[in-house]
């Protein structure tokens, strides 16, 4: 089974800097994703920004509503079921970042 995976990470962007993260899927880096938070961001704020996608996920720059919605995105570029694979991925970034 292919898993995706999620390390938080700072991104650089216009204007400064945002939360991020790196997806990965079996190891390997496939998107770098930036969660829009910062004040200058009107319209956009609180979506996330495909950063960088790398091979089946390379793409123009999208927005997305959503952390699940870009992660479902990410799993039908990599030809993953989206339900078994997100959920997992937001569970287990969970799971790392409690104390």
């Keep these: 089974m292919h898993d995706l995976s999620l390390t938080r990470s700072r991104v ?13 899927a079996d190891d390997m880096l496939v998107a ?6 910062a004040d200058f961001y ?8 495909l950063e960088a996608g790398f091979g089946p996920c390379s793409a123009r720059p999208l ?8 992660l479902q995105w990410i799993a039908v570029r990599l030809s993953l079921d989206p339900e078994a ?12 970042e409690k104390p």
């Excluded at 009107?42 to 920004?49: A, D, F, L, N, V």
């Excluded at 927005?63 to 870009?70: I, R």
């Excluded at 694979?85 to 790392?96: D, K, P």
Aim: cysteine-free; glycine content about 8%; hydrophobic content about 45%.
């Design 32 to 37: 770098v994703l930036a969660s829009l938070d």
């Design 42 to 49: 009107t319209s956009e704020r609180g979506q996330w920004h």
């Design 12 to 24: 650089a962007v216009d204007g400064g800097h945002e939360d991020g993260l790196l997806v990965f």
């Design 85 to 96: 694979v997100v959920q997992s991925a937001l569970f287990n970034l969970e799971q790392r």
């Design 63 to 70: 927005m997305f509503e959503t952390l699940e919605a870009a």
